[in-house]
């Protein structure tokens, strides 16, 4: 058996001798992300946390978010080290208010894998019912082609799409939104919109990723998530394209809204 | 005892307990195992964040079927028992009750020391708990 190398001359060596060890890729399957692994560049993120500024802009696209996922889902930095970190932010004695949320944030990382070690068959099966008046067969098993190539009609999901295909990640908020948009405008089985998911972010995780997804679905949560273009307005401008004309099927009120997306009514 | 330490996906620092529980390593590992990487749904940008991790790592890289290359490396190293990283991912879990090793599981550094609640399902009956430790430096009331 051969130790394979460690020393490549630049990344499209490395990215060569990838391709070399895994022959299961699609060959349409060339997209490199710009975040670059290991624990150095991890740490060098780390050192860049703003806990506090953290938890009144994480809703906004462009909000001090931490970019600490990858390195966080491979065991690269451990929660624990990045919590220890972010308790610096506040004096000791001084109130933990203002990192309440990025350390909650933390603490759903820990949630899911704690759910995952109880249920790891909870990961792609329904948990619960659908509460969304449609029952599991009226969602389509796969994922529609103007999804997979970004040429939906709404322009905001369209760019949601083509960044995590081309950096391996989007912003939470972001997530929900795609999440929300291929469940209840399209009507597509989350499993279809989590293998997508799984397949393009670099931090994705069966735990975190499914059950988020069960989460927006309704089939591990109250009622189902969506959404409306005022909010995408709100959180995503103007990262993304959120102009009325160009994003149709998401304008209305939350209540024409779910009168659209959920005609049968939504179930608790 | 000498011990084959299988660093797997989910556990790619050194600084992880793993690598200080065993008094006699004999190899520290990684497997490059395409069909696993196939049926966690990884695509290229997922493979090369990876091996870019591995580089910085005390760890040897060999490709293969994961069962298939830890049995030969057991054997070519005579270790006794394989270490590895607690998980709960159950193809990993699956892969090491199909060894023909002794394998202990070194868990990560605890986020909260505390047990897990029986029947989670919520998050906020899991935070109602977890936020006595969650702001207490290594997670200790």
């Not at chain 1, 603490?107 to 619960?128: G, L, M």
Request: glycine letters at 6%.
């Amino acid at each position: 058996m051969e130790i394979q190398p460690k020393d490549f001359a630049d990344r499209d060596a490395l990215l060569a001798h990838v391709r070399a060890l895994s022959p299961s890729l699609s060959p349409e399957d060339v997209q490199v992300s710009d975040t670059v692994g290991g624990r150095q560049v991890g740490e060098k993120q780390l050192a860049k946390i703003d806990p506090i500024a953290y938890g009144h802009s994480r809703n906004y696209l462009g909000g001090k978010v931490s970019y600490l996922s990858p390195y966080i889902r491979h065991g690269i930095l451990s929660l624990n080290e990045v919590r220890n970190l972010a308790l610096k932010a506040v004096p000791q004695g001084e109130a933990i208010k203002p990192i309440e949320k990025f350390i909650q944030e933390l603490a759903w990382r820990d949630f899911w894998q704690r759910v995952y070690q109880q249920n790891p068959d909870w990961i792609w099966h329904d948990v619960e019912d659908y509460k969304t008046g449609f029952a599991p067969d009226d969602y389509s098993d796969t994922l529609p082609d103007d999804i997979q190539t970004a040429q939906t009609d709404c322009a905001a999901i369209n760019y949601f799409i083509t960044t995590l295909q081309t950096t391996g990640y989007l912003h939470n908020h972001a997530r929900m939104y795609l999440a929300a948009y291929i469940v209840h405008w399209r009507r597509v089985k989350w499993q279809a919109g989590a293998r997508f998911f799984l397949a393009h972010l670099l931090d994705g995780d069966p735990a975190s990723n499914n059950l988020s997804f069960q989460w927006v679905a309704s089939t591990f949560s109250n009622k189902p998530y969506f959404f409306n273009l005022e909010n995408l307005q709100k959180f995503a401008h103007p990262q993304a394209p959120c102009e009325e004309g160009d994003n149709q099927a998401l304008a209305g009120s939350y209540d024409q809204l779910a009168a659209r997306l959920f005609p049968y009514g939504v179930s608790s | 005892m000498s011990d084959l330490i299988w660093l797997h996906e989910e556990a790619l620092r050194a600084s992880h307990p793993l690598f200080s529980a065993s008094s006699a390593p004999t190899q520290s590992v990684f497997i490059w195992d395409d069909a696993y990487m196939a049926a966690m749904g990884y695509g290229l940008k997922r493979r090369v964040f990876l091996y870019e991790t591995l580089l910085e790592l005390p760890v040897d890289i060999y490709a293969g079927d994961t069962i298939e290359t830890l049995k030969a490396l057991a054997e070519t190293s005579q270790a006794s028992r394989l270490l590895t990283a607690t998980t709960p991912n159950p193809q990993l879990n699956d892969i090491m009750g199909a060894l023909p090793l002794e394998v202990t599981r070194v868990a990560e550094d605890a986020f909260v020391e505390m047990p897990n609640p029986e029947g989670l399902r919520r998050f906020f009956k899991y935070w109602n708990k977890a936020k006595k430790f969650a702001f207490q430096p290594n997670g200790t009331r």
